[in-house]
Nanobody, 124 residues
Framework: QVQLVESGGGLVQAGGSLRLSCATS????????MGWFRQAPGKEREFVST????????NYADSVKGRFTISRDNAKNLVYLQMNSLKPEDTAVYYC?????????????????WGQGTQVTVSS
């Protein structure tokens, strides 16, 4: 069982930055690919970014490419999402997820564990 706890969300003006963190429990963090998803009010959950177990392979949604950076620290059991040049359309609850597959992929069904989410609100 893996427990995920997100932090770092908040209110920021357009053009600003936030860094989300996801702390994980357990001694097998490096065995999981990690991903970030988000869900805006009235919309379906959507893929944001994923990182492989070693951190070498990373993938981003087109909507965040060039603005967001995913990273992980396997020694600290942490995964991060650095979000720059934020836009009002980035407003959503952001979820961290862990996948036992080699790469988690862009579909939420590929992930085994989920955090509770952290709210990000970007004002115009």
């Amino acid at each position: 069982q893996v427990q995920l706890v997100e932090s770092g969300g908040g209110l920021v003006q357009a053009g600003g930055s936030l860094r989300l963190s996801c702390a994980t429990s357990g001694r097998t963090f490096s065995s999981y690919a990690m991903g970030w998803f988000r869900q805006a009010p009235g919309k379906e959950r959507e893929f944001v970014s994923t990182i492989s177990r070693s951190g070498v392979r990373r993938n981003y949604a087109d909507s965040v490419k060039g603005r967001f950076t995913i990273s992980r620290d396997n020694a600290k059991n942490l995964v991060y999402l650095q979000m720059n040049s934020l836009k009002p359309e980035d407003t959503a609850v952001y979820y961290c997820a862990a996948s036992s597959k080699l790469t988690g992929g862009t579909n939420g069904s590929g992930y085994d564990y989920w955090g509770q989410g952290t709210q990000v609100t970007v004002s115009s």
